[in-house]
């Protein structure tokens, strides 16, 4: 435990506990937001890196799977005529394979099955004009192709993670608001308990800055324990996560890593605690006692 000198005998005051535990709580609900927060930054940053100037074409196949290769040369034909395409490629069946893999897992009925044939293309940037110019082109050659534009989809995931961040920023602000209620409702009751205590530090001389000071110091310390503990509650329920994050197969969900902001973030997380209960704390003390003179 911090030792700091006090002339009140705050260190054995009930409402200290109760400080400590609840900003264990919080503590641990805002790094989790942060975690949250972070990890859907650094998942949609990966999507798009893999998805930004890229295409997919579908050309449907008939119940034997088979289609028209002479569509499909002359559509690969066009496409690398254009100007906006640096390639075009068709996806073998055994690429096909692996990205059914984690759905329909390692099994022959993906060879029976009548896939599509799928182009790659990558294209030199994802402007509209360009999509749409390539596009045109496909429906000229192959009428029944099916061009995927990524960055529908995407947009979708980028709106969603939008949506979440807000939801993990909403949750911060939530936990500021109340740890500082927290302390300046266990400042008030110390104030109160300690009235005579206070009383006679005033009359042999005290300010109210000294005397906030000290349940100043107080709160900072309880909120930087609290916080800490906060932290070690954390700790498993992340190392939980990852584990069952793990399990999931490769190719549902990519492999990202949470960025060293993040991880500076939840270590200044108690710091950050400690200094809002610190200021709370003074800050109530000040009024209560300026209100008195």
């Known amino acids: 435990m911090l030792r700091i000198r006090s002339d009140l005998p705050l260190r054995g005051d009930s409402s200290s506990r109760f400080v400590f535990g609840l900003v264990a ?3 641990f609900i805002a790094a989790s937001a942060v975690t949250v927060n972070y990890y859907i930054e650094a998942l949609v940053d990966e999507w798009n ?3 930004t100037g890229t295409l997919t074409i579908q050309i449907p196949t008939d119940y034997t799977g088979s289609a028209d290769t002479n569509d499909i040369q002359l559509l690969l034909d066009a496409l690398s005529t254009h100007k906006a395409v640096l390639a075009a490629n068709v996806v073998s069946m055994e690429n096909m394979s ?4 984690p759905w329909l897992g390692q099994s022959t009925i993906i060879t029976d099955l009548p896939l599509p044939i799928l182009i790659d293309v990558n294209i030199e940037s994802n402007d509209e004009y360009s999509v749409k110019s390539i596009i045109e082109v496909t429906k000229q050659v192959a009428p029944r192709a099916i061009v995927e534009d990524h960055r529908i989809w995407l947009n979708s995931i980028v709106n969603l993670a939008d949506g979440l961040s807000i939801i993990s920023l909403a949750i911060m602000l939530l936990v ?3 740890l500082s209620l927290i302390v300046i409702f ?3 009751a110390s104030l109160t ?3 005579q205590a206070i009383d006679i530090l005033h009359i042999i001389g005290a300010k109210d800055g000294y005397v906030a000071g000290q349940f100043a110091r107080r709160a ?3 909120g930087i324990l609290g916080g800490s503990m906060g932290l070690i509650l954390y700790g498993p329920m992340f190392v939980a996560i990852t584990w069952l994050a793990s399990q999931v197969q490769m190719g549902v969900l990519p492999d990202v890593a949470l960025p060293i902001q993040h991880w500076i973030l939840i270590l200044l997380l108690p710091v950050i605690a400690g200094a809002l209960a610190m200021l709370a704390a003074h800050i109530t003390v000040r009024r209560i006692l300026a209100l008195k003179v």
Not at 98 to 101: A, D, V
């Open 98 to 101: 692996k990205l059914l893999e």
């Open 220 to 222: 900072l310390v309880q």
């Open 186 to 188: 266990a400042t008030r």
């Open 49 to 51: 890196q893999n998805v």
């Open 176 to 178: 500021t608001g109340a």
């Open 193 to 195: 308990e300690y009235t």
């Open 25 to 27: 709580i919080l503590v």
